[in-house]
């Protein structure tokens, strides 16, 4: 492994997570209550012995470069590192990423120096466990131009995704960007070929790609420097290098989640509280999850009800009721709360005298859940000071709504209190 070199893509806009991208870079998000999205495709490139990692960005990269430098440091006596490779103005090119593909060209003069076999490019907001030794192995088997990672899919999910078709040897004869309609039962295949059983191909008759590609490095070096229009791979640069090139296709069967909207976002942090085996774990000692190291103090927990609920480093929960809900470091419940079915993200900081009973007088909320308070499907992003008394529980059953001036939006009937956003006491939402 020591001949690939990853690309890790976050340079998107993230504008179908927003608010939790206002402040932040995609990759930045945290997730499950200590890390961060970021920190998953860098750990799986750790464990797979992949220690050369470049992750472009563009937009709002303060918060990921700072995580970056202070997570992932490697030993002085290996080639090994992590560095954020930001959108940057030069005479060649004065422009911004225009797209996944044109954002490796701007940075095509810097891989080049590398003498490594292979690219491997990577996104930054996916939630999986791969080993990619394996998919770089097939790679090579194969004798690939290209490979792509790839998912059995249902109909339900296909439209969203990009798909394609392949031939007996796996080889991608076949592509179509989010297809709908009848262009969409077109690319319906046998996906027994990949291994499913007949009854699983039954249920997911589409192959959908993860957006996740090995690369040989002349095939990318030269497909960057000869179609310049070409701003995208998976809508342009590989469809057409499908015609001349060996691009094959590789089955990861494991669990995958693209957490490209706010449910998405919801629904994957709250799965990780399943019992007794959740679709995706942290608790793999063979392939762990790494992150920064905050040398937080553990958790308090005073005469509290905690339920299918993970708890993060750094707590104080005081009398409260916690039921299927994901709290993020340092985060604060005052008595009398109940939080159900929702994702605290935390805070960044301790306030003075954090042990303290916070007050409900006055205009000062204090940093966490104030006393009373009941949040219910609902997303507290990082230090948001919550009130006494607040009722957070979309009481009028709204889908969609923007009250960015009173710090909240609701997205798909989750709530979504912004960062730093003050709700004052007895406020119902």
């Known amino acids: 492994m020591k001949k690939v070199l990853a690309i890790i893509l976050g340079g998107g806009a993230g504008t179908r997570l927003y608010p939790l991208t206002k402040l932040r870079a995609k990759p930045a ?12 495709p860098v ?7 992949i220690y050369k990692i470049y992750v472009l960005t563009q937009f709002n990269s303060a918060s990921l470069n700072r995580h970056i430098a202070r997570a992932y440091s490697f030993p002085g006596f290996t080639d090994g590192f992590v560095e954020v490779l930001a ?36 996104s930054g907001d996916h939630l999986y466990r791969m080993d990619y030794r394996l998919f770089v192995q097939r790679h090579r088997e194969t004798q690939a131009d290209i490979t792509l990672s790839v998912v059995p899919i249902s109909e339900r999910l296909a439209s969203s995704f990009g798909l394609m ?4 040897s796996g080889r991608v004869v076949d592509f179509s960007e989010k297809p709908t309609g009848e262009e969409l039962r077109q690319m319906q295949v046998d996906t027994t070929v990949l291994g499913l059983s007949a009854e699983q191909a039954k249920q997911q008759p589409y192959i959908a790609s993860m957006g996740i590609y090995v690369f ?10 000869q179609s310049l229009e070409q ?21 990861f069967n494991g669990y995958w989640e693209d957490i490209g909207t706010i449910e998405a976002f919801y629904d994957a942090n709250l799965a990780l509280t399943k019992q007794p085996h959740p679709p995706f774990s942290f608790y793999d000692e063979l392939a762990p999850i790494y992150s920064r190291a905050r040398y937080l103090p553990p958790s308090k927990l005073l005469d509290c009800q905690v339920t299918e609920s993970i708890i993060g480093e750094g707590c104080i929960l005081k009398n409260c009721r916690i039921q299927h809900s994901v709290l993020g470091v340092r985060s604060r419940v005052e008595s009398g709360c109940i939080i159900d ?11 003075p005298f954090a042990e303290e009973q916070s007050q409900c007088e006055g205009n000062n909320v204090p940093l966490g859940i104030g006393s009373n308070s009941t949040i219910r499907r609902a997303i507290i992003d990082k230090n948001a000071r919550i009130g006494c008394d607040v009722q957070i529980i979309n009481k009028d059953r709204v889908e969609e709504a923007e009250r960015e001036s009173q710090g909240f939006y609701i997205r798909s009937g989750i709530v979504v209190v912004m960062k730093n956003a003050v709700i004052k006491d007895g406020t119902i939402i």
């Open 43 to 49: 750990s799986n490139c750790i464990n797979s012995e």
């Open 87 to 122: 959108a940057q103005q030069t005479p060649e090119n004065p422009n911004w990423f225009q797209g996944t593909a044109d954002a490796v060209r701007q940075y095509i003069w810097l891989l080049e120096e590398w003498e490594v076999d292979e690219f491997l490019i990577l």
């Open 341 to 351: 079915d929702s994702l605290l993200m935390g805070a960044d900081f301790y306030q």
């Open 29 to 40: 998000v945290p997730l499950a209550g200590k890390y961060r999205l970021i920190d998953i």
């Open 231 to 251: 701003t995208d791979f998976g809508k342009e640069i590989i469809p057409a290098a499908a015609k001349n090139h060996n691009v094959q296709a590789y089955l």
């Open 165 to 168: 078709k392949i031939d007996d």
């Open 216 to 225: 040989k490095r002349e095939v990318l070096i030269n497909l960057l420097r």
